[in-house]
């Protein structure tokens, strides 16, 4: 068999994940980020949630406190935002539903989530993403005369070669967290909410060579 570029239909398909950002939503800010932006530590407040969302713990004390912001919603779900994605706080539901299916490439951190007057707020952890996929080897082109919502709009896409992948189910890509397909038919089968994906595939090639393919048994 040459040697090259694998067959298209053995190219894994990954999913970008993101969280709907619902107003009805629970959104809680970090304390200790809102410490440092009062002390002007503007720094210093970027890199909290860096660390956090990398898993780069060394140096913190935990729990991390969290609290309710009051210009948000009141509802619990699965995934809440921080305002600072993909910073984000999942559920034990969802917590427990990737521990006990084996998904590699994240972990999560002890937290304590207060709502609007204080009171805890129990059931939930920080999440953190500590596969790695690289970057990408081109960017997609887009007609900046059409609205950004229109399909369109894409007039060349870009370029993903998954030798840049560890092979984690979940990793990231600069800010974006992708998930393969195992991980994203995983949740929306539970029905983990607030959660929304979007296929790689629909903006970036996504490219590989068969000795790749053959040491992931893809």
Same mark, same amino acid.
């Given at each position: 068999?040459?040697?090259?570029?694998?067959?298209?239909?053995?190219?894994?398909?990954?999913?970008?994940?993101?969280?709907?950002?619902?107003l !009805? !939503?629970?959104?809680?800010?970090?304390?200790?980020?809102?410490?440092a932006?009062?002390?002007?530590?503007?720094?210093?407040?970027r890199?909290?949630?860096?660390?956090?969302?990398?898993?780069?713990?060394?140096? @913190?004390?935990?729990?991390?406190?969290?609290?309710?912001?009051?210009?948000?919603?009141?509802?619990?779900?699965?995934?809440?935002? !921080?305002?600072?994605?993909?910073?984000?706080?999942?559920?034990?539901?969802?917590?427990?539903?990737? !521990?006990? $299916? %084996?998904?590699?490439? /994240?972990?999560? @951190?002890?937290?304590?989530?207060?709502?609007?007057?204080? %009171?805890?707020?129990?059931?939930? $952890?920080?999440?953190?993403f500590?596969?790695?996929?690289?970057?990408?080897?081109? /960017?997609?082109?887009? %007609?900046?005369?059409?609205? /950004?919502?229109?399909?369109?709009?894409?007039?060349?896409?870009?370029? @993903?070669n998954?030798? $840049? /992948?560890?092979?984690?189910?979940?990793?990231?890509?600069?800010?974006?967290?992708?998930?393969?397909?195992?991980?994203?038919?995983?949740?929306?089968? %539970?029905?983990?909410d607030?959660?929304?994906?979007?296929?790689?595939?629909?903006?970036?090639?996504?490219?590989?060579?068969?000795?790749?393919m053959?040491?992931h048994?893809?």
């Amino acid at each position: 068999m040459k040697r090259g570029k694998t067959d298209k239909q053995c190219i894994p398909e990954f999913y970008d994940f993101t969280s709907r950002g619902y107003l !009805t !939503t629970v959104r809680a800010g970090s304390i200790l980020f809102d410490d440092a932006i009062n002390n002007h530590e503007y720094g210093l407040n970027r890199d909290i949630h860096d660390n956090m969302i990398v898993g780069q713990y060394e140096g @913190y004390e935990f729990p991390i406190e969290f609290k309710q912001d009051k210009e948000y919603g009141s509802r619990l779900r699965d995934v809440l935002d !921080t305002g600072y994605p993909p910073a984000y706080l999942i559920s034990d539901r969802f917590r427990d539903l990737l !521990t006990e $299916n %084996n998904v590699t490439g /994240w972990k999560t @951190y002890p937290i304590r989530l207060y709502d609007k007057k204080g %009171n805890p707020i129990n059931g939930y $952890n920080g999440l953190s993403f500590t596969g790695e996929g690289g970057d990408f080897d081109a /960017w997609p082109e887009y %007609n900046e005369d059409i609205p /950004w919502y229109e399909k369109d709009r894409l007039t060349k896409k870009g370029i @993903y070669n998954i030798n $840049n /992948w560890d092979g984690s189910d979940i990793f990231m890509i600069r800010r974006a967290v992708l998930m393969t397909e195992r991980v994203m038919k995983l949740i929306k089968k %539970n029905k983990i909410d607030a959660v929304y994906f979007e296929k790689l595939s629909d903006e970036y090639d996504i490219i590989g060579t068969e000795e790749y393919m053959q040491k992931h048994r893809l």
